[in-house]
């Protein structure tokens, strides 16, 4: 928005204001969809009867590590605020787990 005003000396104040709502509700909006979807599959990945060993934890700890990168390449690759999204997921796994 800075920059598409220093260039062209204007300022369009609603496409400004759209820009910046989809940017940070689609932010919020993929945060918290993907961090509900992981925390379930989680859950019930460690509630199944067919877990291969209740000791064996890697697997999951490598999951809790890449989860904030993913996020934020998903929503970098979708033009959301991937910092957004990012806070939106931690909010939800603190919410949820």
């Known amino acids: 928005m800075a920059v598409d005003w220093y260039i062209h000396k204007q300022l369009h104040i609603g496409a400004a204001i759209g ?17 509900a979807a992981l925390i379930f599959l989680r859950q019930n990945g460690l509630r199944s009867k067919n ?21 934020y ?15 939106a997921a931690g909010l939800v796994h603190r919410c949820r787990i």
């Not at 820009?19 to 961090?35: C, H, K, N, P, W």
């Not at 877990?51 to 996020?71: K, Q």
């Open 51 to 71: 877990h291969l060993a209740s000791g064996v934890l890697m697997p999951v700890e490598i999951l809790f590590l890449l989860t904030p990168f993913v996020i």
């Open 19 to 35: 820009s910046f709502l989809y940017s940070a509700g689609g932010g919020i909006i993929l945060g918290a969809l993907v961090a």
């Open 73 to 87: 390449f998903l929503a970098e690759e979708i033009q959301v605020s991937g910092i957004i999204a990012v806070v």
